[in-house]
């Protein structure tokens, strides 16, 4: 067992170390409080090649590995994790899917577009009334033949308003369940699209998240994904995946948290010394560094598992889940070890803290995780 | 024409430096190498120059002296987007060897443009762009500032006491660059960091030149001595310390 990095995943954990601390630290405060997207930025990652990490390069992408993937967003989450699930819903579920489970005529018309950052992709799963409840897809997509008609509501969708890109999960024939559901590729300027207002989240806030609204919104046959009623397959294979990307940026999170419990421990006085040297404080540092030990171990470990083409749904649900709920135990610690200064905005903790919960929520529940993880137990 | 770029391979500038026991050699372990950060910011602004250049500029090379292991720090050059790469197989052991090398490496190939970053970050000896120019016999400009090509003219702007003086030269030249070259150091793009293993290293032997340098030892600076905090409405005590015992006043 090798727990190496390569030469080129260390160059890409730096790029993107760099990238974070010199381009997304300076106004990170200033974009949660005011809910901004980070344009500047996105422009800046595209031209790096963020948004085709793993896309192959015949479809204009950089081609590196899920390992290298997951160390980029965990270096952008440790800094800013808006601008890492901006990244992580455009190539694990968008380009990932086009890519993996597209024709040759989706693959050549889109991924171009999506790898050079030229369209954002946002996926679009959850609704009012199916969140994860998949399979009750209220969004309807009826087969006229040449075309399909969309209608219904998604919610809670990362990158909306800023997407060019909608993979879109929808009902074709109720009768058959999910076995009825389809996939499909919008264009998100489609007739019949609007958006609800943005969201006012707890974190996460200057990624942008509306619910969508399609009216008789015509997609062509050709941009359906796979066979018919393939589209419940397709969602929850991409969301093994997408664990991944989010493990990575909830470990990211924990990460940066951990970073500036460390520093602030190691500067701040109290009683005659720094607070690192008081046991109470220098053993919350242990806990936090063996939880970030393990949950790094995960999401690395998946990720090694998704480049050898082997089986880590189970391991992705167990990396989710455990890097989630590690994070959001990090992150609450860096506060209280910052004390009054963890509280108030200028010292990052606490906006960690609001980003962390998210991870424990969006792309499957840690609950979730849990009941895909005791199922592949329990399976005869 | 073609452009050189000197690159040296260092510690990272936020390495805790140590040496060996007799306090002659940097201990090395556990060390993060990294390209030399001036040396970085004239590899960002000789890539912009090319780029600009409507192919007046036909390639950037870089060089390094140095063993294998520096290979990784010139690995991210090319990544960064120098075309192609020359080491010449020695240890860097001080500025004049530095320089006699390159100098090799410019003579066989032809280079018109030298950039050299105006020091190391380890030794700080700001010694290799000038001898450089030495070697070849050919001018060199220190405290490069600025460094613009319009219409295939070489236009320099460089610090002077009290302001920038702009001049237009003639190559081949040195240019020893410094703050203000270029902003930030330019972060490599993804399919840069594909593409570095595909670009060439070319790696020679060192030519034979005279040791003139011999290291004796190294001292580490002394620790930060302990803050002493003085009541704000006791001014009596601040100067006396100022005066009598940091000796600043």
């Not at chain 2, 002659?24 to 556990?30: F, M, R, S, Y």
């Not at chain 2, 090379?61 to 290979?71: L, P, R």
């Not at chain 2, 902003?183 to 060439?200: D, L």
Request: hydrophobic share 40%.
């Amino acid at each position: 067992m090798d727990f190496e990095l390569t030469e080129e995943q260390l160059m890409m954990k730096q790029a993107a170390r760099d990238f974070a601390e010199r381009e997304l630290l300076p106004d990170v405060i200033e974009r949660d409080a005011e809910a901004r997207f980070p344009v500047r930025q996105v422009k800046m990652l595209a031209e790096l090649g963020f948004f085709g990490i793993s896309v192959d390069p015949q479809y204009g992408g950089s081609g590196m590995d899920a390992l290298s993937y997951v160390l980029a967003l965990e270096e952008i989450a440790k800094i800013d994790s808006a601008t890492a699930v901006i990244l992580a819903v455009h190539n694990s579920l968008v380009a990932y899917g086009i890519e993996t489970y597209g024709n040759e005529d989706q693959k050549q018309k889109f991924l171009p577009e999506l790898a050079s950052g030229n369209k954002i992709g946002a996926f679009l799963l959850s609704e009012p009334e199916a969140g994860s409840d998949a399979t009750s897809q209220k969004t309807t997509a009826e087969d006229k033949g040449d075309y399909y008609l969309l209608n219904g509501t998604k919610n809670w969708i990362t990158s909306a308003d800023n997407a060019g890109i909608y993979l879109v999960i929808a009902q074709t024939d109720p009768d058959k369940k999910h076995k009825g559901i389809n996939a499909f590729i919008v264009d998100r300027h489609s007739e019949g699209i609007s958006l609800g207002p943005h969201e006012e989240k707890m974190g996460m806030r200057s990624s942008d998240t509306h619910s969508v609204m399609f009216t008789d919104v015509k997609v062509p046959k050709e941009n359906r994904i796979g066979e018919d009623g393939f589209g419940f397959k397709f969602a929850m294979k991409l969301l093994d995946g997408g664990r991944i990307g989010i493990a990575a940026q909830a470990i990211g999170i924990a990460g940066g948290a951990f970073d500036r419990a460390v520093q602030y421990s190691k500067e701040r006085k109290a009683f005659g010394t720094e607070i690192a040297n008081h046991q109470a404080v220098a053993f919350k540092l242990a806990d936090m560094a063996v939880k970030l030990e393990n949950g790094r171990n995960l999401v690395y470990k998946c990720a090694t598992l998704k480049d050898q083409k082997k089986d880590f749904s189970t391991l992705s649900a167990m990396a989710k889940q455990y890097c989630a709920d590690s994070a959001m135990e990090i992150t609450t610690e860096a506060v209280q070890i910052h004390g009054g200064y963890g509280y108030v905005k200028e010292y990052h903790v606490e906006r960690l803290m609001r980003e962390a919960k998210v991870t424990q929520i969006y792309e499957g529940t840690s609950e979730i995780q849990k009941i895909v993880i005791s199922r592949s137990l329990l399976k005869d | 024409m073609k452009i050189l770029v000197c690159l040296g391979n260092v510690p990272d500038t936020t390495t805790k430096i140590r040496f060996d026991g007799e306090m002659k050699n940097l201990a090395t372990e556990g060390v993060q190498w990294v390209i030399n950060p001036w040396d970085e910011l004239a590899l960002t602004r000789a890539l912009e120059i090319k780029e600009g250049s409507g192919g007046k500029i036909e390639k950037v090379s870089v060089v390094n002296v140095g063993k294998a292991d520096a290979e990784p720090t010139i690995r991210k050059a090319l990544a960064i987007g120098a075309d192609d790469a020359y080491r010449i197989d020695a240890d860097p052991s001080d500025a004049y060897f530095i320089a006699a090398q390159i100098a090799e490496v410019v003579k066989n190939n032809n280079f018109e443009i030298i950039f050299a970053g105006k020091e190391s970050s380890d030794f700080n000896g700001s010694a290799v762009g000038s001898m450089l120019a030495e070697f070849l016999d050919i001018p060199s400009v220190s405290a490069v500032s600025a460094f613009d090509f319009p219409d295939g003219k070489v236009v320099l702007k460089r610090d002077i006491d009290g302001g920038k003086e702009t001049i237009g030269i003639d190559t081949p030249f040195v240019t020893i660059v410094q703050k203000g070259i270029s902003i930030n150091p330019r972060i490599p793009a993804m399919r840069g960091i594909m593409m570095a293993r595909t670009k060439p290293i070319n790696v020679s032997q060192p030519v034979a030149v005279d040791t003139l340098v011999e290291y004796e030892t190294f001292e580490l600076p002394e620790a930060k001595a302990e803050c002493k905090m003085v009541d704000p409405e006791n001014t009596d005590a601040l100067v006396d310390l100022l005066h009598n015992e940091a000796k600043v006043i």
